[in-house]
């Protein structure tokens, strides 16, 4: 495949995905793939075939002006700009100048290509994003760039060098698998949508009109043994890239590492991508991730676990016979208490009718708002829904609890298992809620990161340890009964509680 004289460049088919990725003519155009899988060399030839047949103008010349984006202008230089001079050597055209930001200015035959390398980490980038015109784009490793970047994009290319006669404004997107909770990996359909979404939230998650997505073959295979664990990997004879990238660049790869990053990484699976130990090592996705979607037993109670805050989450479950079963999820973010509430009760009705409930919540909800006199608990009872402090919210007895379920499987059936319709409570599981690195050490601080897998997770661990798990750990205590609005700490507050329920 090759364009006018003086434009060549070797197109080679480097897989049947690889392929239709090349010759799609979407707006927005994106890939997955696992390492080494040419995905990034590929959307710089699909850039290149743009730019070639690019109409000429009236003076005689093919202008195109094409964005390259990135998270950080590190990763820009390390990585990205790398790869782009190894199909595009300087000495065949032309110096890429480092300048703020950098630039490649592409002069062969009749074409006049300038290329722009932008990083979102920096406000110059990020605000020429919004104020400029190209005439199409390149987003590298898009899984760490918010997806407004893209649709931000859509305003910038098929704007030059004709707004009027824009030849194909694409914007292309590489990436390594995701995490399990991306929007990606809920758009092309590798992680289940979350619960509890709005109409508008739903359609986020849908494919839009002009989107197109393609997904490689993994590199290799897991091998699984009566117990499901690991036995070896296999090499996968569909595996894109292998005229240029051995089996031995893999065999390597997997030396030393955990099975979440071969997951991601060779497997192309969505998963963990923390740099850091995950709080709970012995969860495997395997084992305690349900094979399908887990419905309430008639007959057991429903238990739900809150964690409070301004990134509420709710988690709930039902132990059935002595084993777990962790059925849905809640997770809101910039949401009080007092919002929160209405929405876990809406979410009991609809998902549980007929079937009794008890809510255990942090210990914490029951200290008193110092603005107005109003706990997070009683807004909850407010709401008609009393909720018991869990026994303790001391993180190294509620992790102990839960980690011991997750060593459990009595007669080789897990006690805990959680539905794939938890899409973050087993992303947090299986490694986002973790601990992060010390700069500079390689060491894991001994206190996980808060993020918003660490709220999900310690919900999770409020049902186990207020349904009584762990209570060995548990100095022996007289029961708790839930908060309820009976009693008012104060006029003052229990009047603002009342305006904020009508």
Known sequence: MSADEGLRLDLTPNGRVLLEYLRCEGDVVLVQGHRASLKSSTSCDKLFVNAAQQPVGKDGVRRRRTYIVRNTFDELKRTTIKTWLTKFPE????????????????????????????????????????????????????????RRVIEDLGAVVGRYPDPLHPFRPQILGDTNAPSADHWFAVMSGQATMPDNLGADERAAYEVPKGWYYFIQPQAMFEVLGDGNEVVEYRHNPEREGRRFVADAYFDRLLQGRPRSWIRVNILNKPGMLADGDAVYPRYREHVHKAERVLEPVEGHV????????????????????????????????????????????????????????????????????????????????????PVYPAPSNDPLIRRAALEGLLDEAPEGVPSFQVSPRCVRLNAALAGDYHYPRVKGTGREQTIPIKNAASHVAEACEYVIIGAGEGRALLTPAAPRRPVRPSVPPSRRGWERLRARSR
């Open 91 to 146: 000495s065949r055209y032309g110096q890429l100048k480092m300048e703020k930001p950098p630039v490649h200015r592409i002069r062969v035959a009749d074409l006049d290509w300038e290329v722009i390398f932008l990083a979102i980490d920096r406000e110059d980038d990020a605000k020429k994003l919004l104020s400029s015109e190209a005439s199409d784009a390149w987003v590298n490793e898009f899984r760490e760039v918010p």
């Open 302 to 385: 429903i238990m739900a676990g809150l964690d409070f805050g301004r990134t509420p989450a709710a988690v709930f479950g039902q132990r059935v016979f002595g084993r777990w079963r962790i059925l849905r999820e809640l997770c809101a973010f910039g949401t009080s208490a007092a919002k929160f509430a209405p929405i876990v009760k809406a979410a009991l009705a609809e998902w549980f009718p007929g079937h009794s409930w008890i809510i255990y919540g942090d210990p914490a909800g029951e200290d008193l708002a110092q603005a107005d006199d109003i706990s997070p608990f009683l807004m909850f009872a407010a709401a008609g829904l």
